[in-house]
């Protein structure tokens, strides 16, 4: 918010500033302790331990909802977890190689987290822009 006016940004807009690409992912998961605190120790290490970091930032809430499985609908409490990537440049097919390699890392640690435990987990993908001064 700059001189008390605030700017709403989607993928389309322009304005001053640099327009960054970035990535939204969301994992979803039901909300249980032992997922929580294993997920957010990996977060965390991941975001301040590496020289490159794995995630830009992330943020986690819980929503509550429903959704339907193969087996059952389920009600249910559930953790979002909200984490913000940079996205490679185009055209560099090695970065973004190693982007979905991180994206996929992240999937296998959720699957490894509530060990296999679960029908379903969802990580959804969400393109935006981020505007800098």
């Known amino acids: 918010m700059a001189n008390g006016e605030l700017r709403i940004l989607d993928s389309e807009s322009s304005g001053p500033g640099e ?3 970035i990535e939204i992912v969301e994992a979803y998961l039901p909300a249980r302790v032992e997922y929580l605190a294993n997920l ?4 965390r290490e991941h975001l301040y331990s590496h020289p490159k970091p794995l995630v830009h930032g992330f943020s ?13 609908v389920y009600q249910e409490r559930t ?14 097919d090695a970065e973004s190689r190693a982007y979905e390699a991180r994206l996929r890392e992240i999937f296998d640690t959720m699957i490894r987290i509530t060990e296999k ?3 379903e987990l969802w990580l959804i993908r969400i393109p935006a822009r981020r505007e800098t001064a």
């Open 79 to 92: 953790t979002v977890v909200r984490i913000v990537f940079d996205l490679p440049r185009d055209g560099d």
């Open 40 to 43: 957010y120790e990996w977060l």
């Open 117 to 119: 435990h679960e029908e």
């Open 19 to 21: 327009m960054d690409q």
């Open 60 to 72: 986690i809430y819980e929503v509550n909802g429903a959704f339907r499985g193969t087996k059952d």
